[in-house]
T-cell receptor, first 114, second 115 residues
């Protein structure tokens, strides 16, 4: 079946640095991918919709200059957290639409900013 | 705009007993409905979906869900719970013919199966 891969699974970075998270669709092409953020014991919060070859669409309240999204190919979208701060520490999950209207999710990436 | 409600934060059930995790939705037109499961520190795993057709949908790991249009519900069920079913369950909806729009999630229900 369809698989979405995220990398890295865990990352620790220093405050003020930037970190990139990759999301790949392994056996299908995804013109659209979605980035979510999940706080402990809470539901998923949609951050942005990533469109191949065009600018991402950000949800209200999400800083586009802080959370840079690039969807350069049909199988890869990246989320870069710029000038990270401890409050950016969270679980980030990407998803992509596969065949038959099914949306598949990556395994998620834990970001800890120290 | 579409929305999903999962009225229970926590569901406890004894191993071997049937389980139900509730979900109701609000959407214009016929919805696309999904159930996902999340284990600790992991991403979401797809369980099942309803797009059209038979109201009873069978999915992974012995789970099933029944689409009830009159009650706008899509409850997740399993005849006999396992301890390994203990996890966080999310119901999600997408409006029909909405192209590549994201899913709207419920807040999640934590299922605890007790041996």
């Amino acid at each position: 079946g369809a698989v979405v891969s995220q990398h890295p699974s865990w990352v620790i970075c220093k405050s003020g640095t930037s970190v990139k998270i990759e999301c790949r669709s392994l056996d299908f092409q995804a013109t659209t991918m979605f980035w979510y953020r999940q706080f402990p014991k809470q539901s998923l919060m949609l951050m942005a919709t990533s469109n191949e070859g065009s600018k991402a669409t950000y949800e209200q309240g999400v800083e586009k200059d802080k959370f840079l999204i690039n969807h350069a190919s049909l199988t890869l979208s990246t989320l870069t957290v710029t000038s990270a701060h401890p409050e950016d520490s969270s679980f980030y999950i990407c998803s992509a639409s596969g065949r038959r209207n099914t949306i598949y999710f990556g395994e998620g990436s834990w970001l800890t900013v120290v | 705009a579409q929305s999903v409600a999962q009225p229970e934060d926590q569901v406890n059930v004894a191993e071997g007993n049937p389980l139900t995790v509730k979900c109701t939705y609000s959407v214009s037109g016929n919805p696309y409905l999904f159930w996902y499961v999340q284990y600790p520190n992991r991403g979401l795993q797809f369980l099942l979906k309803y797009i059209t057709g038979d109201n009873l949908v069978k999915g992974s790991y012995g789970f099933e869900a029944e689409f009830n249009k009159s009650q706008t519900s899509f409850h997740l069920k399993k005849p006999s719970a396992l301890v390994s079913d203990s996890a966080l369950y999310f119901c999600a909806v997408r409006a029909p013919n909405s192209g590549n729009t994201p899913l709207v999630f419920g807040k999640g229900t934590r299922l605890s199966v007790i041996a």
